[in-house]
C-alpha cells in the first residue's frame, strides 16, 4: 500500500512566527516604505511555509488579548532584569546569591513548555538549563536568588499561568 502524501499547511499555518519574522524585518530596516511591507509580508507567508517541516504543526492561540498582554509583561520584565543585573556586576562589592530554582511545570503542551524555557533564558540574570520531562519541572539557574521558593512561584505566576491560557 501506498503511503499517502501529508497534506501541505496553509498559508498561515504558523501565524504568530508569520508576524514576528515581519515585524523583524521590519524594524530591521526602520523603514515602513511600501517595498519594506511588501518584502515583510513575503517573508512572513513564505518562510513559515517553506519550513513547514522542521516547524511541526502550528499553535493556536485560544486567547489573543492575553497573550498581547503577556507579550507587554515579557518585555517589561526584560528591561527590568536588565537594569537589576547592571546594577549587581557596576555595583563594586555587590555579593549576588546564585542558586539552582526548581519549577514545577503544570503545562504539558511542548510548545508552551519551550517558550516558558525561551522566556527565563531571554531574561537577564536566569537560565533555564535542564527540562525533565520525567519529573515535570524546569530547573533554573539565577544569578541573585535569596528566596528559590518566591522565584519558582513568580515564574509560574508571570509566565506558567498565562501560556497556560494562551496555548492551553
Given at each position: 500500500m501506498r503511503e499517502r502524501p501529508k497534506p501541505r499547511p496553509g498559508w498561515l499555518a504558523h501565524p504568530v512566527l508569520s508576524l514576528l519574522?515581519?515585524?523583524a524585518?521590519?524594524?530591521l530596516q526602520q523603514s515602513l516604505a511600501?517595498?519594506?511591507l511588501i518584502t515583510a509580508a513575503v517573508l512572513a507567508l513564505v518562510l513559515p511555509r517553506l519550513l513547514h517541516g522542521f516547524l511541526?504543526?502550528?499553535a493556536r492561540l485560544r486567547r489573543?488579548?492575553?497573550?498581547?498582554h503577556f507579550a507587554g509583561v515579557v518585555m517589561w520584565d526584560i528591561v527590568v532584569s536588565n537594569l537589576i543585573v547592571a546594577r549587581i556586576v557596576l555595583t563594586p562589592g555587590s555579593d549576588p546569591q546564585p542558586a539552582w530554582v526548581p519549577v514545577q511545570l503544570d503545562i504539558r503542551d511542548p510548545t508552551?513548555?519551550?517558550?516558558l524555557a525561551t522566556i527565563i533564558t531571554t531574561t537577564p540574570g536566569t537560565v533555564s538549563c535542564v527540562v525533565d520531562e520525567d519529573r515535570r519541572r524546569i530547573?533554573?539557574?539565577?544569578l541573585d536568588c535569596a528566596d528559590p521558593?518566591?522565584?519558582?512561584a513568580q515564574i509560574k505566576q508571570r509566565y506558567e499561568q498565562p501560556l497556560k491560557e494562551i496555548l492551553g
Open positions: 519574522l515581519a515585524a524585518w521590519l524594524l511600501v517595498p519594506q511541526g504543526p502550528g489573543v488579548p492575553v497573550a498581547l508552551a513548555i519551550v517558550l530547573m533554573v539557574h539565577a521558593a518566591a522565584l519558582a
